[in-house]
């Protein structure tokens, strides 16, 4: 590799870098002038005040994040031989903690695993990633060399249609097949059951891998239950509780697509999905807030309901009114629940954090007149990697609730 850029940190600001944190902001580099002349992208030599060597990482001179870490060591080329060695090593790990029954997980989950902006998750034999930042965006075809090097995939999909890229200023893309054909929706196993991953037109990657713990504890909740599953996209928490028991099954979202999906995945596991709500399990394709404030009367409780709704907070500005989202929320579904009843709530906004959420849900509790006690709380699993250095990499907060009583 040619010699480096340097980007060189104002004194103590090297102490998170040599803790783990993979991110510099622009706030801990000196000579700003001189760095604003680096092209978006470049990789670049990370030195502290002192000229201690800290790494090598990816400079985009348009963003907060001004460097994120590719390296902690020196690099001698950073080619289809770098990406393939990491990649394997992250699935290798991965593979030791696989779940049983199961053949699909995240295999790279971006600036956690010092790949910054790449995303990749293997459904089966299917192999799809994303690249969020400018940096990235550069090692396509060494991704996709070491992607068929390391796992000869019947096909490798790019979903780089994410508006994240926007910020990093590079242009959104339309789903691309690098190799291998795609001829409808990519069949996997999760805890034994069959699900469906749209990989060509479904959100993110297809299918959001990062629920799995929690749709196998709803599983094992639901015998007898009557459950209402909100934002159930293709129904996942849906078909876990009918697997595990469950009597009655209300799925709710906006798309008829995703209802086709859903019913793919239950037909897949001898269920049965309907558009018809006196079926045992039913899809309702409604916008779910609509549906809250006309439910009460036909559904007048339930004793499991799954709130998973998109992120709400994208950015810090968005916030305030999150929250005040997710109390509103909240508050209409622990009105459902008898005393007994459990809520599964989920927030996927990495702005909002835990405290946060959790104060959200006490000011939800409240405003429903509910006693409520915390069963558990999930995190994303440990194919998204989680760093205790990196905070900001925590996402996913899944609060399992028992209403106690109605106040």
Same mark, same amino acid.
């Given at each position: ?53 800290? *790494? ?21 080329? %950073? ?16 593979? =030791? ?12 989950? *971006? ?90 037109? *479904? ?10 713990? =929690? ?27 009918? =697997? ?96 007994? *009843?459990?809520?599964?709530? %989920? ?61």
């Amino acid at each position: 590799m040619t010699d480096l850029q340097v980007i060189r940190l104002l004194p103590k600001k090297d102490a998170p870098i040599k803790a783990g944190h993979p991110w510099i902001f622009s706030n801990a580099i000196a000579d700003q002038k001189v760095n604003s002349s680096i092209p978006k992208g470049s990789l670049v030599k990370i030195l502290s005040d002192s000229q201690e060597f800290l *790494g090598i990482g990816m400079f985009n001179p348009d963003t907060s994040i001004r460097v994120r870490l590719l390296s902690h060591s020196p690099i001698q080329d %950073c080619g289809v031989d770098f990406f393939r060695t990491k990649i394997d090593t992250l699935n290798r790990d991965r593979l =030791s903690f696989l779940p049983a029954d199961t053949n699909a997980y995240r295999v790279v989950h *971006g600036d956690a695993d010092l790949l910054p902006g790449l995303i990749v998750d293997k459904f089966n034999d299917t192999i799809v990633f994303q690249i969020h930042t400018a940096g990235m965006d550069k090692f396509r075809n060494e991704i996709v060399l070491s992607l068929n090097t390391i796992f000869s995939p019947s096909a490798i999909v790019e979903r780089s249609d994410i508006e994240a890229r926007k910020r990093e200023g590079i242009p959104v893309l339309p789903p691309v097949i690098h190799s291998g054909k795609v001829t409808g929706p990519v069949i996997f196993t999760e805890s034994g059951l069959t699900l469906h991953a749209d990989v060509l037109a *479904g959100q993110k990657t297809g299918f959001f891998l990062d629920q799995r713990e =929690s749709r196998k504890m709803v599983r094992s909740l639901a015998k007898d239950k009557t459950m209402l599953d909100l934002f159930g996209y293709t129904g996942g928490f849906g078909l876990a509780a009918a =697997s595990g028991g469950a009597k009655k099954v209300i799925t709710v979202d906006t798309s008829k697509h995703c209802f086709t999906m859903a019913s793919l995945n239950f037909s897949a596991n001898n269920l049965s999905l309907s558009d018809n709500s006196d079926a045992p399990f039913s899809y309702v394709v409604a916008d779910v807030f609509d549906f809250l404030n006309s439910s009460s009367a036909s559904f007048p409780s339930f004793d499991l309901i799954v709130c998973d709704p998109p992120a709400f907070a994208k950015t810090g500005k968005n916030l305030p009114q999150a929250l005040k989202t997710y109390t509103s929320l909240n508050k209409k579904c622990l009105e459902l629940l008898h005393p007994g *009843g459990i809520l599964v709530t %989920c927030s996927c906004s990495g702005t909002v954090s835990q405290e946060d959420f959790k104060n959200a849900l006490k000011l939800a509790a409240g405003r429903a007149r509910r006693d409520v006690r915390i069963i558990d709380i999930l995190g994303q699993p440990f194919d998204h990697t989680q760093k205790l250095s990196f905070p900001e990499g925590k996402y996913l907060k899944t609060f399992f609730l028992e209403v106690i009583e109605e106040l």
